[in-house]
T-cell receptor, first 117, second 111 residues
């Protein structure tokens, strides 16, 4: 498997524009996570899905952020409208439970570095 | 809320052993994971403790004490390539899928 694939790798946009980040999880993984990483706030969980259904979006910072998972092999994170404070690296991860849930491993994509000017 | 504490920086020399501590305050705690992240890279999984005790994976070991809300990552036979940031992450929630990451410990391995 190619691992978790994110696109684009880099995105530069202007304030007020819509931004869409994309993620393809590892086949067979039933959990998908979106994280945001900044120097100030570290690595934050934004939302996660189980079998394509959003389970917990309490980490989504504002209504400007939305995430969807239309099928098991694709998810998007959208920011509309974008603001300079949204500049960060956004990671997507998928996970597999091992040992009947006694062990959990998350596999991260390479991330999307977003710069909002 | 959920929070984790780690030292911000650790420095050691090649071949040495280093321990990175992590304390957590997590309700509904399931377990503690450790991830490594090189500059400009993505976090990669190192180890997971769901039960008290020691887990060993090659040069890396991780320990958990639920009663003390404490864990550590032990890196042995340090190599230059181990220079990276190390994050502990607590797992909790109704489905055990709420992950909160610590602030990270930057490890510098010197020749």
């Amino acid at each position: 498997d190619a691992g978790v694939i994110q696109s684009p790798r880099h995105e530069v946009t202007e304030m007020g524009q819509e931004v869409t980040l994309r993620c393809k999880p590892i086949s067979g993984h039933d959990y998908l996570f979106w994280y945001r990483q900044t120097m100030m706030r570290g690595l934050e969980l934004l939302i996660y899905f189980n079998n394509n259904v959003p389970i917990d979006d309490s980490g989504m910072p504002e209504d400007r952020f939305s995430a969807k998972m239309p099928n098991a092999s694709f998810s998007t994170l959208k920011i509309q409208p974008s603001e300079p404070r949204d500049s960060a690296v956004y990671f997507c991860a998928s996970s597999v439970e091992l040992g009947g849930g006694t062990k959990n491993i998350q596999y991260f994509g390479a991330g999307t570095r977003l710069s909002v000017l | 809320g959920q929070s984790l504490e780690q030292p911000s920086e650790v420095t050691a020399v090649e071949g040495a052993i280093v321990q990175i501590n992590c304390t957590y305050q997590t309700s509904g705690f399931y377990g503690l994971s450790w991830y490594q992240q090189h500059d400009g890279g993505a976090p990669t999984f190192l180890s997971y403790n769901g039960l008290d005790g020691l887990e060993e994976t090659g040069r890396f070991s991780s320990f958990l004490s639920r009663s003390d809300s404490y864990g550590y990552l032990l890196l042995q036979e340090l190599q230059m390539k181990d220079s990276a940031s190390y994050f502990c992450a607590s797992r909790s929630g109704n489905y055990g899928q709420n992950f909160v990451f610590g602030p990270g410990t930057r490890l510098s391995v010197l020749p």
